[in-house]
């Protein structure tokens, strides 16, 4: 049935072609082709291409000015580089090479920052600068003078919007031993601060984010700093009822081993022999944790209290 | 099992006897003496060990042994193989010798000194308390021995409610049974008319221990009254306090598994299922007040040990760990003594002992084997010893 339709639709639409053959070859006997097949396959039109310029890495001389061939950040271009360069990965061979090869397009390149494109900058650039500091040659005597480092970021891109949300973030990090604490204000400081204090670098740091500028996150952290400060030399009143369970680490001077060892020898400690050597052992062991060493040393330290032989 | 290790026994003394038999016409007199220098002291009294005899053997007499520890106060392994050596040895050790050297020296009109002994399981810590009992016993101490707190905490034969202290727990079996173990190892001492009770004891309406009575009436008392066994205990132990104190003996107070009385978790239920904390039980209260520093003319020894206290925390074998918080500030000031394994000395000289008893047939190369395998653990030497 379908095939039917075809045929007449065939015939139908294309009376003009069967008639043109029919006059042409009048001397054969007609031919009903219903493929429509041609005697001649039309040739094809060969794609063109353009003429391309063979690559200008190609005729670089080798002392060229690499400065003014790439002078500004852009992606890596393989005609423009004349490195063999070589990325990215695949199963079985080398990895590919620089033509074509997206991966070489995706990462960041430094082309523009060649050591000698930075030294002729950095020139450029000294007629605008004053003289160092003098009394600030070394990292040392900076942070003597400045014991406060506070530090943001900028972000410079290419987007609609030149602000970065992040550059509000404002770090302040000073030394703890560079803020006049005594014993408790610095036992309450570090209580306040928690784990914003580093106890191996002895660094505090303060990072501020609430405020939508940079400037107010400065002065917040500013405000903290002070607050603390002076938070930690107040004493409130219910500071004095801080027992033994709340002491963050152990002091043998209000402990029972100290009111132990008075009875014992029924005088003050500071009148009993090696009572010194003796507190600093049991300090040592209860502070930096037991071990084999430090339990040899208090027996030691108590033997030699005890008048034991050793 | 117990078949197998009797015909073992046998087939080992016969063996042994022969072995001697034959061995006799040939070995000479001087041969034998060196032999013994090297592993076994004949200086059988602990009174005159010295530094010297670190590392040797000596030999306790049998009455001794069942006078000290009929009761307990040996490993059970290690009782076993007293057995199969038909003879209780004990090797001089460090530890020992230390005390000893300072139980010796010590003034003993100034308070108290606590020795507490640790070290890792199977170091020998109870058997160097065995040593340092039996110097007790020959230096005339009255001796109050606990060979194991465990015992009591972890696994009591019964528990009642105390009837004078509201809260506490009595462990009435248990303590019975230590006032037997008391008055077996002091019955030289407690024939003594000096020792009297200092006060009345009165026990209910009819049954009291007055002023002046001997001390064996008390202890006679907890033995044969049970319901007051425990309260008994707490009795002797403040009555044995004041003798001391009064000159009239001197005590040693040695104590295995102390920690376990600062455990919190113990076995011993109330009657609502709760678990009792050792402080609860009325038998902590006496051994606690014979460890404290205020009297004299005493000496405590206790060992602190990991499987005194449940599994789960046996984590460190260090004193103040096991101790905990409180046991530590109980104790302190106390002279740590570390029982550490063996010294290749040590083990050179248990490893002869073996073969002397024709324990372990001799090998080239077996003790360095043996201290590798063992890592000088003298538990697990001895363990593998066994099939050797």
Redesign the interface.
Known sequence: MATVTRLYRQQIFRPSYILSRHLAEDTEFRVLNLKTTRSQPVQRKKLKKPDVLPPRSYQMPVDQDWGSVWPGPRSFHPATVPLPIRQGYVDKGAPPGKYGNAELMKIPNFLHLTPPVIKRQCEALKRFCTPWPRGLETDSKCEDHFPVEVASSNYCYSSPSIRDPMARIVTVKVKLSRIPLDEHAKDKFLRLVGDRYNESTDMLTIVTDRCPLRKQNYDYAMYLLTALFHESWRVEAWEKLKSEADMEYYDWKV???KK??E??FGKEHTDITHADT?SQT?DA??NEG???YS??K??EA??Q?????Q | MLKMRSTDLIIRRVFSSLTSLRLQPFSTQPAIQERLETFRTTENSPLNHTEDHIGQFYRIPPETKKQLFLYGGLAKSYEIQTKTFTETCFMVRKPAVDII??MK???YS??A?RFVM?GKKGNGKTLSLAHILHYALESKFLIVHVPWVGNWMRRCKESSNSEVKEGFIDLNIDAAAWLIHFKNQNAHLLGDPELKVAEDHVWNKRETTPKDAPLTELVEFGINRIKYASRCVVALAEEIKKLSKAGKCKTFVAVDGFNALFYPQTNILTEKKQVVHPSKVTLTEAFLNLTK??WNNGVAVVIVDEIAIGEKDQI?H????LLGKEGF?HM???????VSEYTPKELKSCMDYYRERKWVQPLPGQDEELTFLSASNPYRLMLLCNPL
């Open positions: 402990s029972a081993s132990s060892i009875t014992l003796y049991v062991l209860m037991e071990s084999e339990v040899t208090y027996g108590v033997r209290m005890l008048q034991l032989p | 050297y300072c020296t010590i003034d100034k308070p000194i640790y520093f205020d460190s260090l004193p103040r760990y500030e302190d000031p106390f002279v740590p003594i570390l």
